[in-house]
């Protein structure tokens, strides 16, 4: 069947990365670790304690720990305290690897051996986490007391810090990450044990996408770039959805991550064999949850219209429909939508259609989203987003003239003849330009888009027809709503109703032409999908309505009340509606020892100087303006 459902997802409401797990504060968090390495070989015989502690670590001290362990450490310790520097590094040194290796493999010996040699209890938990890193930390201050410049005590002490106090806010990642990056680029002896708390912060964050609502994946998954590349990954974190650069490709940062776990086994760490557990474990997690990930889509994957400027494309369930051409019925493609759509929990549904396929496919999609509980659409649509990536970044040396190829979106909003109602319970508010507000939409504008011809259509009149090619009705499309926004700066709601024969390229040409003038701009936020053509009141003057209302202009003196202007031309324009010739020049006095102004002289309509004082009068008293010269024209 070519018709088929899947499901993206994004990042509104994003929920909280975890802090504290993602920087590998418990003993046995790592999401991916579960299966123990080889143990490895024990030395034949017993060391002698006579003999240098120091100078025999790297061949005796093991991991996991062995029966040998603990007279070694003992020794190592003792040397340490009586001022040997080298012994009190290797038994620090030791007792790190020993920590990386308990927590990702969970085993208890392991934490014994460390809990004994710290001289603490065998416990387990966050806080018995912490102690073991303060007691480490106490154990690196010693050597730090004796070589402030020791390289090894420096680079723990950034390590368990790390650790020890994760960052509380996100913007602290960065910098936190920074010198963790260091230690692990600088094959040094803690880099393998650096390169563990990069690919951790990264498998936690995969973990917390799977277990997260869909929309908060995609994000989710990007604090990836944290730990896996070197430029600040802030501008994915925008708040604005478009002034985000696209997510990464989630399969691009597991092969990241995958390099990441090489590079600890092929490295000479006593914790080496942890990069090959790693690397097993990432594909059993990946076997069992890839379908969980958010995988990006191109615009030229799902055959969709190239328009020069639209919404990013939020990871909304994404319905594909191809060409419509095999489009089972709305009721039965409803039963594929209702469990991503009950998931996802925003109420909208992206419909992909190639631009060949006919508008009536788009109606049988959305009756289809309808029927499940939409509240919105979403028309699929490729754009080019002008990008700059520094050195560092995921899109680096991907860009194209500054520009990289993205999904992108026109919303509608579905049953706008209903009033604007709050989100049913478990959904998030709907994104202002999907919210139908009648308040806004009281003239009943319907554009009606034809192959040959479109209409523009309101309760009290109807337009002429707008035909020719396609440039030529966008620019007539645009020039009326143009002026129809300044005849009416409330109005906002247009309803496109698609007649058979259209195709959805000449529909969706015409939705992003009444969404954005030539210069980008919004020209009407808000936009409907209908079924019905409406039949306008033939007696109506919608045409003389908006001609006489966008004529009207307005002067003011002294210029310190010039911002009032677009409020006292709305005092205008509705006055207009009920005296068409009204013109002429208001006085406006301030009210002494009160903040309030008053008319004395001008046109006599009421309802005019009341609104007319309303506008001003604040403004008025904080500029100390005593009167002012209101100039309708």
Known sequence: MAVSSSVGYAPVGMTPLSFRSTSILALSILPWACAQPKRAVQPTSSPSPSRNPASDTSRQLMIPPTEYTGPILEGLRTAGDAGDIAAAWHFVHYLVDLFDYARVTKDANARKALAQSLGLADEQGPSATDRVLDALLVHVDAISAKDRLHAGALAVRTLLEFDRRPASARLEIFSRMTPIKGIARGNGPLAANASLRLVNFCAQAFQDAKESPSPARPQLISYCLYPLYDSDPEPYFDPDPRKRPPEPAWQDLAQRLEGLERQITASKSRISPLGAVLLDNQKKFLAGSSHLMPTRRSPSELGVLMLPLAEPYEWTPLLRLGDGSDIVPAGELAKKVLPVLAQDGRGRV?????????????????????????????????????????VGDYWHGQVTEGKLTRLGVIPLAMMPSTPDQSPKAGQRAMPRGL?????????????????????????????????????????SLRERLTTIRDAFPDEDGLVL????????????????????????????????????????DRKGNLLARIERRAAAKVSVVPEALASRVPAIRRCYQEALDKAPRLRGILAVEAQAGTPSARVTSGPKSPALRVCVEAAVASTMEAAGVKSVRIDLK
């Not at 999609?365 to 700059?388: F, H, K, R, T």
């Not at 030539?518 to 306008?536: E, H, I, N, Q, T």
């Open 350 to 390: 992206a419909i992909a259609l190639t631009s060949s396929a006919r508008a009536d496919a788009l109606l049988v999609g959305a009756g289809a989203a309808e029927n499940a509980g939409a509240e919105a659409i979403e028309l699929v649509v490729g754009y080019q987003q002008v990008v700059s990536p520094p």
């Open 435 to 475: 919210r139908w507000d009648r308040v806004r939409a009281s003239l009943g504008l319907h554009l009606v888009v034809g192959k040959e011809h479109w209409q523009l259509l309101g309760s009290l009149g109807a337009f002429p027809l707008m035909t020719g090619d396609y440039a030529q009705r966008i620019a």
């Open 497 to 536: 109703v698609p007649e058979k024969d259209a195709s959805v390229r000449t529909f969706i040409e015409a939705a992003a032409a009444a969404r954005y003038s030539a210069s980008g701009s919004v020209l009407f936020g808000a936009l409907a999908l209908g079924k019905d053509v409406p039949r306008p």
